[in-house]
T-cell receptor, first 113, second 114 residues
Framework: QKEVEQDPGPLSVPEGAIVSLNCTYSNSAFQYFMWYRQYSRKGPELLMYTYSSGNKEDGRFTAQVDKSSKYISLFIRDSQPSDSATYLCAMTSGIQGAQKLVFGQGTRLTINP | DSGVTQTPKHLITATGQRVTLRCSPRSGDLSVYWYQQSLDQGLQFLIQYYNGEERAKGNILERFSAQQFPDLHSELNLSSLELGDSALYFC?????????????FGDGTRLSIL
């Protein structure tokens, strides 16, 4: 079983829809959670960074962490065609010597005008 | 633009050969990370250097090696190349050495083994 599971999609929604992207994980030591956006032929770009549980909002993006369920989500409101990309969740424990950044497989998202 | 520069963008070579990928981190960043991205394995961590010293190792093959130079740029050397080494190789950088630090990625080197 992989440490981080992410539905690869693809996911296709109409412009203006609310998008929900999700990851589950098995390592209870994970405390730092990130979402990266990757456009075709580009490197991953850090979108959201959260520590421990709770919500964090940045414009149209909301990151949610539920450590009790080992589940994280990224919500995109009022989705735009420019949001079409692959979204990768990533997480780490932050424990020196036992840490690395573990990525999900990525979800390919298309927003249709 | 992340500020991380990777060269070359594309590399085509044959099995058994050796290649060197280069990465210049963002100004002020001391950590460099190397990742391999393939369709079936996703983004896999290979190795981290911090201020010239190796800090963490991931799923890096013995045929692969890396180093970070005094000017903080890094090189990833891949030798005895096999077809399965075809992938995107990304470099990322961060200010500190912890994996909880935000990492900023370059646009990668696409390696094709024929």
């Amino acid at each position: 079983q992989k440490e981080v599971e992410q539905d690869p999609g693809p996911l296709s929604v109409p412009e203006g829809a609310i998008v929900s992207l999700n990851c589950t994980y098995s390592n209870s030591a994970f405390q730092y959670f990130m979402w990266y956006r990757q456009y075709s032929r580009k490197g991953p770009e850090l979108l959201m960074y959260t520590y421990s549980s709770g919500n964090k909002e940045d414009g149209r993006f909301t990151a949610q962490v539920d450590k009790s369920s080992k589940y994280i989500s990224l919500f995109i409101r009022d989705s735009q065609p420019s949001d079409s990309a692959t979204y990768l969740c990533a997480m780490t424990s932050g424990i020196q010597g036992a840490q690395k950044l573990v990525f999900g497989q990525g979800t390919r998202l298309t927003i249709n005008p | 633009d992340s500020g991380v520069t990777q060269t070359p963008k594309h590399l085509i070579t044959a099995t058994g050969q050796r290649v060197t990928l280069r990465c210049s981190p963002r100004s002020g960043d001391l950590s460099v990370y190397w990742y391999q991205q393939s369709l079936d394995q996703g983004l896999q961590f290979l190795i981290q250097y911090y201020n010239g010293e190796e800090r963490a190792k991931g799923n890096i093959l013995e045929r692969f090696s890396a180093q970070q130079f005094p000017d903080l740029h890094s090189e990833l050397n891949l030798s005895s190349l096999e077809l399965g080494d075809s992938a995107l190789y990304f470099c990322a950088s961060s200010v500190g050495q912890g994996f909880n630090q935000p990492q900023h990625f370059g646009d990668g080197t696409r390696l094709s083994i024929l």
